[in-house]
């Protein structure tokens, strides 16, 4: 199975940037789009960001354009979000997901790491 372990979290004032770090291990990740999604409390999991294998095939949620960035290191099997701009309204646990690429929905899921912001 594959294990995914995130990192990065914290509490950060409004206008301030964080970076997420997700660690896999446990088997190749070729042919796995792996993801961001964020919760806060009362509302639905969502989609943050994806970006596939090679990293030519990205996507944003339209709230997050413009200041999240997905990469990711195949060599070092790590995918990051770089978050700038935050707001208030990005508080929530952040996972770290990878799904097989002819799945409709996450096959692995990280522990989640806490990001707060400030107003």
Excluded: H
């Excluded at 914290?10 to 792996?34: D, E, H, K, P």
């Amino acid at each position: 199975q594959v294990q995914l372990v995130e990192s990065g979290g914290g509490l950060v004032q409004a206008g301030g940037s964080l970076r997420l770090s997700c660690a896999a291990s446990g088997r190749t990740f070729s042919n796995y789009v792996m993801g961001w999604f964020r919760q806060a409390p009362g509302k639905e999991r969502e989609l943050v960001a994806r970006i596939n294998w090679s990293g030519d095939n990205i996507g944003y949620a339209d709230s997050m354009k413009g200041r999240f960035t997905i990469s990711k290191d195949n060599a070092k099997n790590t995918v990051d979000l770089q978050m700038n701009s935050l707001k208030p309204e990005d508080t929530a646990v952040y996972y770290c997901a990878a799904r097989w690429f002819t799945r409709a929905k996450p096959d692995y899921w990280g522990q989640g790491t806490q990001v707060t912001v400030s107003s």
